[in-house]
């Protein structure tokens, strides 16, 4: 069983397979979690090509989205045969074109619908299935909305749930303002452990370093951290170390960047896009004395089509 200590959260049009090849090059054990699949592009779109990954990724998780047990077992099964070491149920994403299809965050008010959901897969897997969710939807911002919500879904077997500490409001807000406006209440989270020490309960919204990771470590069994750690992957560096009682790579960035050019050249040739690539790359330079220059020249770089002729100046900007 892998260790849910540490994750990288989901992020739409973020954590690509690419991208989680840049993470496992500075971390070897943070767990890794794809962008929401919908079912809807699996069952009827046929987009396959969603589940590719690399195998150096493991552990990794996908994360799916939808709200029919049926669609939902299917999709997993497929997520399995690939070879993934988790099923995650996306309820936590409030955008409207999401709720238009009667999955993500509005889920939250249906809880037998996700406990369906979730055992319906779990019988047709044998990798576990596990949720993502938010505190609560609009103006339900009670406690006793989240503790229900959770003793009905862990109903279904499941013993994993990924809480974003803050509610999602469904209406008049995007889903860039979801993830800040609302306020955060991490007190909420704590104490649904508390309340329920058999289930492990992992905290994600708002943490920005590995000391608020430690920190919340001390109330809950995990962490997962989200923009942070694509504006700044490198500080993941630490983490093997801290974390999961493991030597870090001490790889240097120059290192991790050649490493990651390498894999760039050899999934371009094979017909990936090379600017979807090189965007992960904005963020390796943070806190760098030529920060500013290294991702001028990614940028320039990704116009100019060609990895080639910058590679020896990214190298040396590093």
Known sequence: ???????????????????????????????????????????????????????????????LGGSNPSHLAECAKTAEAYGYDEINLNVGCPSERVQKGRFGACLMLEPELVAECISS????????????????????????????????????????FIIHARNGLLKGLSPRQNRTIPPLKYDYVYRL??????????????????????????????????????????????????????????????????????YVTIMSDKGYDLSRMLKHLFGLSKGDTHARAFRKKVHQSILDGDIVKSREQLLELI
């Open 193 to 262: 452990k508390e309340d329920n020490k058999e289930l492990n309960i992992i905290i994600n919204g708002g943490i920005k370093n590995l000391e608020e990771t430690k920190e919340h470590l001390q109330k809950v069994d995990g962490v997962m951290i989200g923009r942070a750690s694509y504006d700044n992957p490198f500080m993941l560096s630490k983490v093997d170390e801290l974390f999961f009682d493991k030597p870090s790579s001490n790889k240097q960035k120059v290192e991790i960047l050649n490493e990651y050019l390498d």
């Open 1 to 63: 069983m892998f260790s849910h200590k540490v994750c990288v959260a989901p992020m739409m049009q973020y954590t690509d397979m690419h991208d989680r090849f840049l993470l496992r090059l500075i971390s070897k054990n943070i767990y890794l979690y794809t962008e929401m699949i919908s079912t809807g592009s699996i069952i009827f779109g046929n987009c396959l090509d969603q589940f590719n990954y690399n195998h150096e990724e493991h552990p990794v998780a996908v994360q």
């Open 121 to 160: 897969m779990s019988k047709n897997v044998e990798i576990p299935v596990t949720v993502k969710c938010r505190l609560g939807i609009d103006d339900r911002e009670d406690y006793e909305f989240l503790s229900n919500f959770v003793d009905i879904v862990k109903s279904s077997g499941v013993s994993t």
